[in-house]
């Protein structure tokens, strides 16, 4: 006896076959969607900067008029607080890796290091925010300066930096590492000598897309408080400063008041993507190019 | 439209093959390979396949790897098409109907043709939903003929009585040769005319290969089974005709004991007598 | 003999000066024993950060609940920080919260999965390999850039059409932090969908499925569990979100359910109280902890919440 009607079977064929076909269209018009947004987004930003990226705005100083605002102290601001974060760390960063991956034994104090480290992945950025508030501008006394934004900035991006580093670690292949073991080399000098030259290119490639990450956060330094006009630029890490998205976050709320701060936004988005597009083409160059073939 | 007067051909033919009780004797074509020639890429994995497959008959394919074996049976379902870079001239023809035309839908051909994989792949479902999956798909929705639906299918696949009790387990609890069984009435639940098997065993112990081997001695009863196997004896076991492939071509196709007694090709002897593979 | 010695010293005495560096190995001895206890402090940075934050929230939090019952704080419907009479209900913020999360969800959770299913089931590899990576950059573009698109653009194009919406509203950045968000979302359930085997899909399609229904009844609920996952990461995401809320949704603390009102959420309110430089001691002050603490609590949870999930519900092939 059968059961199934071919028939039936055969005049369903079509609706089903167009449905697939319907819902294939609108999928891809969903993932295209996206896209679109974000062609949008930079084709407004460069429409609204056009005519206000010059020399003298790279260059120049902040000024409450729209005109005469530069924005070289933002620019000198956010590289100070990257001389901070990419030494912290990456020191912080490839050690914690080490430890984790080469010396940490498999166990219960290792378990709870790791996943503190997801954890923090997970923690918005403001709190970050809150903590550089307490601990470094406050309690540490040291005020609303680069090393203060640095270090906050240091702790946010720390986890990444770590999770990169591991992988690196643990894509050096065993017999590199043995091979050194079998002339008597000691775990350290294997270490210095062998893995981490191997896993070199991975962890750079991964820091550098934390340090551009960092380099985007704002809504930490808006708690640990930079001024609207900073007029000086910044000549070390222990001066006031503000910072690239620090200056956008202000124009663009007081577009409201002043027109042309809108336009001052934008142009210092421009500046901003650029940094980051340098930051990140640098990225994908190091990981194609020291790209080991084990 | 066209489509369905060969549906009801297809009926008729069933009718008829009943009839029949002996396979030998039925000398109805199934499917029909003309010339046909397949490239992944730039790789010409079929060369010129000429085969004719009769009606409730055990074809077994077998040769080395790479041979091009799976290859065909993937194109008989067009599960080939699932590599992109796959590209076919010629032509199969399924009860006088070309499957490579893509007028000929998939899902239509697919349901026709069934086919039990080389590894067992149940959905990670319950028993019943894995038997239930086609017929849901293909429209039906009553409680009651699902259940017969799958009891049949169960027993088809002398699976019924270890599963019973069971029904709404996930299929994973099964042993490898369970989820074998429960594969081929997967497949059965569909209703298809013919089963493809691509190594249906390889992955399973000895015991589990008798156990389907017996099956597909019974299912050859109502439905044309293909099978692909690198295990000569057990194409020698359980077929009625062997195809020989050999680096993308058909080398020998007879009656399995013609192919395992008195090959008419050196190569199909030394292959058989082990002389490579 | 002496002649012998020459004759030695002619090559690299190899032996001899690997024996000589053994002397001088108790340095390196000690190098070997120090070095996994300076990595060890480094690795355990990553912990004291964790402590402090929960230090820090905790202690100044407990300070505010002496000044403001923590009944007060959870139930009130009024948040009046700067008032003469000041009071301190979070429930305005954790409303915005939200409400703004929300619409963010709506947004990204069915054109994330939709595009996820795109890019898993529909696209070619070379497609994947084109669009992947320009996902890739819409979740690289920092916050503040979506949060100046939100009130520049995404906010004129919806008073546009609808006037009612006022200028600054929780609807604009509820909908820009979703586009934010698409990428991470598509992005997870891409993995976990392409993480199923090729096995099953066929085992579907051999049954005369189309894609659609093999996609919908056979790799979805296998790939479930990371699905929810990648959704409950992206309300995680959405409630931690700050400049785009900071800047389009203004500093309104109603308690409305109308979304095309300015509302403040939990991450603007800090925002909004430090950068005002509130005095160390006043209840302001402490309000920034409470809230913070809050904030970090519902985080928490979500993130905990996507860990049980996909380990709890992982599928076993």
New interface residues.
């Given amino acids: 006896m059968?059961?199934?009607d071919?028939?039936?079977?055969?005049?369903?064929?079509n609706g089903?076959?167009a449905?697939?076909n319907i819902?294939?269209s609108?999928?891809?018009a969903?993932?295209v969607?996206?896209?679109i947004?974000?062609a949008?987004?930079i084709y407004?930003?460069i429409v609204?900067s056009v005519g206000w990226i010059d020399w003298d705005f790279l260059t120049g100083r902040l000024s409450t008029a729209a005109e005469r605002a530069g924005i070289m102290g933002a620019i000198l601001g956010t590289l100070w607080m990257m001389l901070v974060v990419a030494p912290v760390t990456l020191?912080?960063g490839i050690?914690?890796a080490?430890?984790?991956e080469l010396?940490?034994k498999k166990g219960k104090l290792q378990s709870?290091?790791q996943t503190?480290?997801?954890?923090?992945a997970?923690?918005?950025?403001?709190?970050?925010?809150?903590?550089g508030?307490?601990?470094f501008v406050?309690a540490m006394d040291m005020g609303n300066i680069i090393l203060a934004g640095g270090l906050t900035l240091s702790?946010l991006i720390?986890?990444i930096v770590?999770v990169a580093a591991q992988e690196a670690i643990r894509a050096v292949p065993s017999f590199l590492s043995e091979a050194s073991y079998g002339m008597g080399a000691?775990?350290?000098q294997t270490i210095k000598n062998v893995i981490l030259p191997a896993a070199l290119p991975g962890i750079l490639t991964g820091a550098i897309l934390a340090l551009?990450?960092a380099?985007?956060?704002?809504?930490p330094l808006?708690?640990?408080?930079i001024p609207a006009l900073i007029i000086p630029f910044p000549e070390g890490i222990f001066d006031k400063f503000t910072a690239l998205?620090m200056q956008?976050?202000y124009w663009?709320?007081d577009?409201?008041l002043v027109a042309e701060y809108?336009n001052l936004?934008?142009a210092t988005?421009v500046v901003?993507?650029v940094l980051?597009f340098v930051l990140?083409s640098a990225a994908i160059f190091i990981r194609n190019k020291f790209q080991q073939r084990f | 439209m066209s489509?369905?007067i060969v549906?009801?051909n297809?009926?008729m033919q069933l009718n008829v093959n009943n009839n029949v009780t002996t396979a030998q004797a039925s000398n109805k074509l199934v499917f029909d390979t003309k010339d046909l020639n397949l490239w992944y890429g730039n790789t010409h994995a079929l060369k010129d396949i000429n085969l004719q497959i009769n009606e409730k008959e055990v074809t077994a394919i077998i040769g080395p790897s790479g041979c091009g074996k799976s290859t065909y049976l993937k194109t008989l379902n067009r599960m080939v098409e699932l590599v992109p870079t796959v590209r076919t001239t010629g032509e199969i023809m399924y009860k006088g109907k070309s499957i490579l035309d893509k007028s000929f839908?998939v899902?239509?051909l697919r349901?026709h043709v069934g086919m039990v994989f080389q590894k067992p792949n149940p959905f990670p479902k319950s028993i019943y939903d894995n038997i239930a999956y086609g017929?849901r798909?293909?429209?039906?929705r009553n409680k009651k003929?699902l259940d017969?639906?799958v009891e049949?299918s169960l027993r088809g696949a002398y699976i019924w009585d270890e599963v019973k009790d069971r029904l709404k387990e996930n299929a994973y609890g099964l042993s490898g040769g369970q989820q074998q069984r429960l594969c081929i009435a997967r497949t059965l639940a569909?209703?298809p005319d013919v089963i493809l098997m691509d190594e249906p065993t390889s992955a399973l112990d000895p015991k589990s290969t008798l156990k389907i081997e017996d099956l597909v001695q019974e299912l050859k009863k109502d439905y044309s089974i293909i099978i692909v196997t690198h295990n000569m004896q057990q194409a020698a076991r359980i077929s009625d005709r062997t195809a020989f492939f050999l680096d993308g071509e058909v080398v020998e196709f007879d009656v399995t004991d013609t192919i395992f007694t008195n090959p008419a090709d050196k190569r199909t002897e030394d292959y058989i007598s082990g002389r490579f593979g | 003999m002496a002649a012998n010695n020459n004759a030695k010293n002619n090559y690299v005495d190899v032996k001899g000066m690997i024996a000589k560096n053994k002397q001088a190995k108790s340095f390196?001895t000690v190098?070997?024993k120090i070095?996994?206890i300076?990595?060890?402090l480094?690795?355990?940075?990553?912990?004291f950060?964790?402590v402090?934050?929960v230090f820090?929230?905790l202690t100044?939090t407990i300070e505010f609940f002496k000044l403001v019952p923590i009944w007060d704080f959870f139930t009130g419907t009024v948040l009046k920080p700067m008032s003469q009479n000041p009071e301190f209900g979070v429930l305005p913020l954790i409303n915005g919260t939200i409400i703004s999360s929300v619409i963010a969800m709506l947004v990204a959770g069915?054109?994330g999965i939709?595009?996820a299913?795109?890019?898993s089931e529909?696209?070619s590899d070379r497609v994947r390999r084109v669009?992947k990576p320009?996902?890739e950059?819409?979740a690289?573009?920092?916050?503040?850039?979506?949060?100046?698109?939100a009130?520049?653009?995404v906010t004129p194009l919806i008073r546009s059409i609808w006037p009612d919406v006022a200028?600054t509203n929780i609807l604009s950045p509820g909908i820009v932090m979703g586009?934010m968000i698409?990428?991470m979302i598509?992005s997870l359930s891409e993995d976990a969908m392409s993480a199923v085997p090729k096995a099953m899909r066929e085992g579907a399609l051999g049954l005369g499925s189309?894609?659609?229904?093999t996609t919908f009844k056979v790799v979805i609920p296998a790939a479930l569990s990371g699905i929810i996952a990648s959704f409950v990461?992206g309300i995680?995401r959405a409630?931690?979100?700050?400049?785009i809320v900071?800047?389009a949704s203004g500093s309104s603390k109603n308690f409305t359910f109308d979304i095309t009102q300015s509302m403040q959420t939990m991450?603007a309110y800090?925002?909004e109280v430090?950068?005002g430089?509130a005095a160390?001691g006043t209840t302001i002050y402490y309000s920034?902890?409470a809230v913070?603490m809050t904030?970090?609590v519902f985080?928490?949870i979500?993130?905990?919440l996507a860990?049980y999930v996909s380990r709890k519900f992982r599928e076993e092939y």
Avoid: C
Wanted: glycine content about 6%; cysteine-free.
């Fill in positions: 059968k059961y199934i071919v028939n039936q079977v055969s005049k369903r064929m089903r076959i449905k697939n819902l294939k609108i999928f891809l969903a993932t969607f996206g896209l947004v974000l949008i987004l407004r930003v609204d020191i912080l050690g914690t080490i430890y984790l010396y940490a709870i290091i503190n480290i997801s954890n923090l997970g923690v918005p950025s403001i709190v970050y925010g809150i903590l508030l307490t601990i406050r702790l720390l986890p770590i000691t775990k350290w551009s990450r380099i985007g956060e704002t809504a808006t708690v640990i408080g998205p956008i976050y663009t709320l577009s409201s809108a936004a934008a988005i901003l993507l980051l990140n | 489509l369905s549906k009801e297809t009926e839908k899902e239509d349901t017929p798909i293909h429209g039906i003929i017969e639906i049949k569909i209703e | 390196s190098t070997e070095i996994p300076i990595l060890f480094f690795a355990i940075i990553t912990v950060t964790t402090g934050i820090t929230l100044e069915p054109i939709m595009a299913i795109y890019l529909y696209a669009i320009m996902l950059i819409l690289g573009i920092p916050t503040i850039v979506y949060g100046f698109f009130f520049t653009f200028a586009i698409i990428p598509a189309t894609k659609l229904e990461l995680s409630i931690g979100e700050t400049m900071t800047i991450t800090i925002v430090s950068g430089e160390a920034l902890y913070a904030l970090f985080t928490l979500m993130n905990l860990r």
